[in-house]
């Protein structure tokens, strides 16, 4: 996600001393960032509002980690008992100490009480005062930073606080006079990596059933992974539902709808998602380009299809001249994070003060609505755009939707060990490096949401990219939201190629993961988080090893004699072998973090998915295909929990690694590269950094969740 990066967050040092009592904050400015410093200088008595954010207790947060292990492991005897709302805000309050000790520092260091202002929630501390206050205060320099011609904005070079109060604080806003008010020129790559058309109606229709083997549709969906179709007749639980996020301007097309539902759902025609306008909501149909048409017209196609009745939300966030991002749809939903946790410099802020047509002039919708019971997410980020502070807070509201009963699933990328544009990790300034930038060509500043490979090509960073096989110049990335450990993160699979033809009852051809043309199903290792604990439970592995031999471009697998006790990551970095070399020896030279939480955790088929786009049939490939439809899987579980009685199942990672035997199918074919390596992380038995469990047989998981309480 190519966003603007302001953030001021503590060293990576830790607490590192600017004096000998004092600990830094610095300025984080993504190596992508079109923001640049300009000359103007801030006068001393030009007035300023600052913003500190403080810290949630570490004990609070380790216990509400262990409060949604308790409602979503299936031994815990509190098993599906969610919290409210209400439940949720109060544990997550910041102890009072914490206010009381930086509003103490603050007054004495001359700033009066009567100026601060505390939020409701009491998770931030507010007082304006002079940036000559400020640069004393904080020990720090004020300078203009502007983005073409948009207006400038005020940050410092880094902030300095006493290391007794540091403690106390999550991170710090940067210091202005009122909210910045800028359209978004970018907005997160969507994780659909390639699209061509078919040459004719080569796939059939409903009347006309299509090769499976060859083209995905629906059906083919339903014979691969037993999910049954619901009676037409048939009446929804009333808290049954799916929503997809959708960042404003992307816009499904109704004849495309309807194209689709004729030939694979034909009691779909004339039907819609639902819409939660969020932060205005804004679609259009006047502008028909592929980063705005593309993935909507798949999302909506193909979970509709699969799940009806049960509603489809169209989560549109945004309105014309701001795109919503995941914070303004976590807004939404929790009012104490829209009031305390949104940033200017990376989050647009509400209400929209350019009084134009579809523009949103409201108040932010701040806890305004309520989340559907399963969240697809197709949007993929970097970690390393982000600062640690950013992406903890923002993976906290997920760890609390997973608390209230929400599902959120989100798709990996499709650029292997790379971001979705391409880009590398610089081992020297832990900066994005490489990839692909710029816009594709669309409406003034509005940003697009899909990558697009360049036909035959491999994108920067990919398997070409960086040092070359036997080790890059750069290191891994970690996507995200994908490496939230709240999070279900979802890979892409394809059937190995055969030149039969699919028939009604023939069996479906093993699944390898996803690898083609420079799509590769990405997987790895969270930077920011530490690998869950339902990672980390130790189960019974058999070594493995992968080799590629360069000459003849085959790859060999092997099984070795010798069986240990490991956790899912740590089997996986320690007894599978590329070439010879263990995977951890790959992490023990920088190149990703062994520690950290491991994506993906499950798969589904992610290539030659037929949509409707603009009057034709299109093939597209990548794990936005394949995230909606495990999220169809989990919106048809809850069905049948919610009719039998119980509840929706929320964070599904624990009953997904325990009881993995019982419906998941293991793939073990297949490796992924990329930063400079041909070949990084094979399929493997067991869980593994390219299909994570393996796939979902669905009759066979619908089971497992009903026998649970």
């Not at 990672?653 to 930063?675: D, I, Q, T």
Request: with cysteine; glycine share 8%.
């Amino acid at each position: 996600m190519l966003l603007t990066i302001f953030f001021l967050t503590l060293s990576a040092s830790g607490f590192t001393a600017h004096l000998s009592d004092r600990s830094d904050f610095s300025l984080v400015i993504s190596a992508r960032s079109e923001w640049k410093r300009t000359a103007e200088a801030v006068d001393d008595d030009h007035i300023l509002r600052m913003e500190i954010a403080l810290s949630f207790n570490e004990e609070s947060y380790e216990a509400a980690a262990k409060a949604l292990e308790e409602v979503s492991d299936p031994s815990s005897p509190t098993f599906g008992q969610h919290w409210t709302r209400e439940e949720t805000a109060k544990h997550f309050s910041p102890p009072r100490n914490h206010v009381r000790e930086v509003a103490h520092w603050l007054n004495d260091s001359g700033v009066p009480r009567d100026t601060m202002r505390l939020s409701a929630d009491g998770a931030r501390l507010s007082f304006r005062t002079t940036a000559g206050h400020a640069k004393t205060l904080f020990q720090s320099k004020f300078y203009r930073y502007r983005r073409d011609m948009s207006r400038a904005t005020i940050l410092p070079n880094k902030y300095s606080v006493p290391k007794h109060v540091a403690r106390y604080i999550d991170y710090i806003l940067p210091g202005h006079d009122e909210p910045e008010r800028i359209v978004r020129r970018s907005l997160a790559a969507r994780s659909l990596a390639h699209i061509h058309p078919l040459t004719a109606r080569a796939a059939g229709t409903a009347g006309r059933p299509i090769d499976c083997f060859k083209y995905v549709s629906p059906d083919c969906l339903r014979h691969l992974y037993n999910i049954p179709t619901l009676p037409n007749d048939s009446k929804s639980h009333s808290n049954s539902s799916l929503g997809v996020f959708t960042p404003s301007w992307g816009t499904y097309l109704p004849d495309d709808m309807d194209m689709f539902f004729r030939d694979f759902a034909p009691n779909l025609v004339g039907q819609r998602p639902l819409l939660m306008p969020i932060n205005g909501g804004y679609r259009q149909d006047e502008y028909k380009l592929i980063p705005f048409n593309l993935e909507a017209n798949l999302d909506y196609q193909y979970t509709m299809s699969l799940i009806h009745p049960i509603p489809v939300t169209d989560m549109q966030v945004g309105d014309y001249s701001q795109v919503g991002n995941l914070n303004t749809m976590l807004s939404a939903f929790d009012t104490t994070y829209c009031t305390t946790a949104l940033n200017a410099s990376f989050d647009p802020i509400w209400p929209n003060p350019t009084f134009r047509p579809h523009n949103y002039n409201n108040a932010s919708d701040c806890g305004r609505f309520v989340p559907p019971k399963v969240i697809t997410i197709q949007s993929v980020q970097n970690e390393a755009n982000f600062p640690a502070a950013y992406l903890r807070r923002q993976c906290l509201e997920f760890l609390k939707l997973g608390l209230q009963g929400t599902t959120v699933l989100a798709a990996t990328g499709d650029r292997g060990t790379a971001d979705q544009l391409g880009g590398c990790i610089d081992p020297h300034t832990g900066n994005v490096t490489g990839g692909i930038s710029g816009i594709l060509p669309g409406k003034g500043n509005v940003p697009t949401n899909i990558t697009i490979s360049p036909p035959g090509g491999v994108p920067p960073g990919g398997r070409e990219g960086g040092g070359g096989e036997e080790g890059g110049t750069v290191h891994f990335s970690s996507t995200w939201p994908a490496s939230c450990p709240w999070i279900t993160a979802v890979g892409a699979t394809q059937l190995t190629e055969t030149k039969t033809t699919w028939s009604l009852g023939k069996a479906f051809p093993p699944e390898t993961a996803l690898s083609v043309n420079g799509t590769e199903s990405s997987g790895g290792f969270s930077r920011v988080f530490a690998a869950p604990w339902y990672q980390t439970q130790t189960r019974r592995y058999r070594h493995h090893s992968h080799h590629q031999d360069r000459d003849t471009d085959t790859d060999t697998d092997t099984d070795t004699d010798t069986d240990t006790e490991h956790g899912d990551t740590t089997a996986y970095l320690d007894n599978t072998k590329i070439n010879g070399t263990t995977l951890r020896t790959l992490a023990d030279r920088g190149l990703f973090n062994a520690h950290g939480r491991g994506y993906p955790d499950i798969s589904a088929l992610g290539k030659d998915f037929l949509i409707s786009l603009y009057g034709k049939y299109h093939l597209v490939r990548g794990t936005s295909t394949s995230t909606p439809i495990v999220a169809s899987m989990i919106a048809l579980v809850n069905e049948a929990r919610l009719k039998s009685g119980k509840g929706p199942v929320g964070f599904i990672n624990p009953v997904l690694y325990k009881y993995r035997e019982k419906f998941v199918r293991e793939v073990e074919v297949g490796v992924v590269g990329g930063c400079g390596f041909g070949t990084v992380f094979p399929a493997s038995q067991g869980w593994d950094a390219v299909t994570g469990l393996g796939t979902l047989d669905f009759e066979a998981l619908k089971e497992v969740f009903l026998s649970l309480p």
